[in-house]
């Protein structure tokens, strides 16, 4: 299976430098945002691209950009909410120019007739250009479940988020339903109070639970979202040789089942 991380992984290192030690480290494909406010930590998009493509590193997903007490406004009446539809659409072009497999994407909010207008007309940019649009399980489930349960399009995918799955919902399987719609993975541990993006030794996510889930999907990138290493003393090359053992070991756990 192919492995991947987040080109920001904790460490503020030369976006040129990080790229060239996640391929050392053995991983094939990468995630990453276009959002301008990270631009000083990761480069612009373009740049980014470029040293991932000369690096061999495949495009996995591409966040979206937002800022977080925005997303409500997707759902309401308003300036915000139409901002937030035409930038959503901006992500889809980019992912479709730069070649990404999909756009994850946050919601929060109260599901509502203006939303929902709002996220099917990006649905149906998503059909022209082939992009697919997954909804990343967060905080807000209620929204989550509406989404899927009230909007049909093939480009409506889903984006599974271990460490949100078990900080915010620990008791919901979100295998049993939308598993069918998985196309990315944000994969991290924490120890169940906060969404703390850390690795497994830091933890108590059961893996082998998550392995069962992922049996079949040998086409999905396991993809690892570390913001958060926890200890200071770990070298940016020893978190990166951390996760890709975490990476081979899910592998593992998941093709013996």
Not at 30 to 47: E, L, M, R, S
Not at 57 to 79: D, T, V
Not at 113 to 120: H, L, Q, S, T, V
């Amino acid at each position: 299976m192919k492995k991947g991380i987040s080109f920001y992984f904790g460490y503020n290192i030369k976006p040129k430098i990080r790229a060239i030690l996640i391929k050392e480290a053995g991983f094939t494909s990468v995630i990453t945002t276009a959002d301008k406010k990270f631009n000083k930590q990761n480069g612009n998009i373009k740049t980014q691209v470029k040293y991932f493509k000369k690096n061999n590193l495949e495009l996995s997903s591409l966040h979206m950009q937002y800022i977080s007490n925005e997303l409500p406004n997707f759902w309401k009446e308003g300036k915000i909410g139409e901002h937030l539809k035409h930038q959503l659409i901006k992500d889809v072009i980019i992912a479709k120019k730069y070649g990404f497999s999909c756009v994850v994407v946050h919601v929060d909010g109260k599901y509502s007739p203006i939303g929902e207008k709002r996220i099917k007309e990006v649905l149906d940019f998503c059909e022209k250009v082939q992009i697919p649009l997954a909804i990343e399980n967060t905080h807000s489930q209620k929204l989550f479940l509406d989404i899927f349960n009230k909007i049909s399009s093939p480009m409506l995918k889903f984006c599974y988020d271990s460490g949100h799955n078990n900080a915010f919902d620990k008791d919901f399987d979100y295998s049993k339903k939308y598993f069918d719609k998985l196309i990315a993975l944000h994969l991290h541990d924490n120890n169940g109070t906060a969404d703390q993006h850390t690795l497994n030794k830091f933890g108590n996510i059961n893996w082998k639970n998550i392995a069962s889930k992922l049996k079949g999907k040998d086409k999905l990138s396991l993809d690892y979202e570390i913001l958060s290493p926890i200890e200071n003393n770990m070298k940016p090359e020893d978190v990166l040789k951390e996760i890709k053992k975490q990476a081979d070991e899910l592998e593992k756990m998941i093709l013996k089942i």
